[in-house]
């Protein structure tokens, strides 16, 4: 387990740190708190400077704030609008970002700020991974889902035509800043989109979680929850127990693509128009059945799957007449080698592991009890 200290920021707020590392990686931490003022500065360090700052739409005034704190520390600090949501993965969207540090001269000292969901800091990373062949990065997220999952890690990337995440680097940053307070103006559709990956953290790996949506699912839906704090730091303490001991899923990280072998591929087939947590909700759902049906996974825990799902309000079904398209789609998911394909399964709670080249006939049953 990766330790987990709390303490309090320069402004005598309380925060909780969490370190991220592995064998032959900078070590970096993620900061959970309020606020947390004082802290970027320190993370952007002393050798920049020049900062540019990418931010989806829909935070712009976020984006605005963040990039004046920068130059009132000293930087050349530059804000850079994307797209929101997925319609920043896109190539184009990441040549206009290469473009703008060209224009502004950006050094291999000098440093990118993500602020925004995971669409953002996907991008915001992927960019960091690519411009003069990697510079420092760090993630401030500010969707649930980026902050528990997304921003955590260093895998950055985006979208081709042909799938999700199909193009990217792992590209640790330099820290990950998760104010809680950023959380009150996300819609509450984007909120539950994030409880998906914070069951899936339950499922594989930390089961309390699970004991405190099940507790009060409705307070788990919004920010104000008396659980909210807790559920973002466990889901965190999961992932980077997780990616510290494997940070290029040579193995252990397969784990976290818990529901979403599945869940990509609705995404691609809904054009990316789906949101992230939702897929990999109705992915979960199907992994859970693929599990029962394998013979690995009981009949309760494979159950609870779809309860606490549901309790929350995320999807459990899709379009029964997609599967030709998602199981050519699923060829493609990066878990594959060769004409095999590879599910993340459960043999018990907590207990992931691998299914490899499972019978055509048990995935289509599988499916079945996920189609409508
Ligand atoms: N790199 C990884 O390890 C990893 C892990 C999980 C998910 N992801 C990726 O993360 C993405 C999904 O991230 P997401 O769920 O955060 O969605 P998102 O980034 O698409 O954000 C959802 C929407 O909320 C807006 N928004 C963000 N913060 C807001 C706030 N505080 N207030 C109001 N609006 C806000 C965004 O502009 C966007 O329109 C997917 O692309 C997924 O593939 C990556
Ligand atoms: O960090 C990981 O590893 C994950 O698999 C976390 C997932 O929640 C995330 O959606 C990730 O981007 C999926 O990765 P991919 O390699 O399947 O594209
Ligand atoms: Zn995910």
């Not at 693509?257 to 909700?281: C, D, F, M, P, Q």
């Amino acid at each position: 387990m990766t330790d987990i200290a709390h303490r309090t920021d320069p402004s005598g707020q309380a925060v909780t740190r969490i370190p991220v590392g592995g064998a032959g990686e900078d070590p970096y931490e993620v900061l959970v708190g309020r606020g947390l003022s004082g802290e970027l500065g320190r993370l952007v360090g002393e050798r920049a400077r020049r900062v540019a700052v990418i931010h989806p739409e829909a935070l712009a005034g976020r984006g605005e704030e963040v990039r004046a704190e920068l130059a009132g520390l000293g930087y050349e600090a530059v804000a850079v609008q994307v797209p929101n949501a997925e319609q920043a993965k896109t190539a184009e969207v990441a040549a206009g970002c290469w473009q703008t540090l060209g224009r502004a001269g950006f050094t291999r000292s000098d440093v990118i700020v993500g602020v925004g969901g995971g669409a953002s800091t996907d991008l915001a990373g992927f960019v960091a991974a690519t411009w003069l062949r990697g510079v420092r990065w760090v993630a401030v997220p500010t969707t649930v889902l980026g902050m528990v999952d997304a921003a955590v890690g260093g895998k950055t990337g985006i979208n081709t035509a042909e799938g999700k995440n199909l193009v990217g680097s792992f590209h640790p940053p330099a820290g990950v800043l998760c104010d809680l307070d950023a959380l009150a103006t996300l819609p509450t559709d984007d909120y539950v989109s994030g409880l998906a990956e914070i069951v899936k953290a339950g499922f594989i790996a930390d089961p309390v979680i699970l004991d405190l949506i099940e507790a009060d699912p409705e307070a788990a839906k919004g920010p104000g929850g008396p659980h909210t704090a807790e559920l973002v730091e466990r889901s965190i303490r999961v992932k980077a127990e997780v990616v510290s001991a494997d940070l290029r899923e040579a193995g252990r990280r397969e784990i976290l693509n818990y529901g979403h072998t599945l869940g990509h591929a609705i995404e691609k087939n809904e054009h990316y128009t789906w949101r992230h947590g939702e897929a990999v909700s109705v992915g979960m759902h199907f992994a859970a059945e693929l599990g029962r049906l394998a013979g690995r996974l009981d009949d309760a825990t494979a159950d609870r799957h779809s309860a606490v799902l549901r309790s929350v309000g995320l999807p459990l079904g899709y379009r029964r007449d997609a599967w030709p398209r998602l199981l050519d789609t699923m060829k493609v998911d990066k878990k594959s080698r060769g004409d095999l394909l590879r599910f993340i399964v459960l043999d018990g709670l907590a207990e992931p592991a691998v299914l490899e080249g499972p019978d055509p006939r048990m995935l289509l049953a599988a499916y079945g009890e996920v189609a409508e």
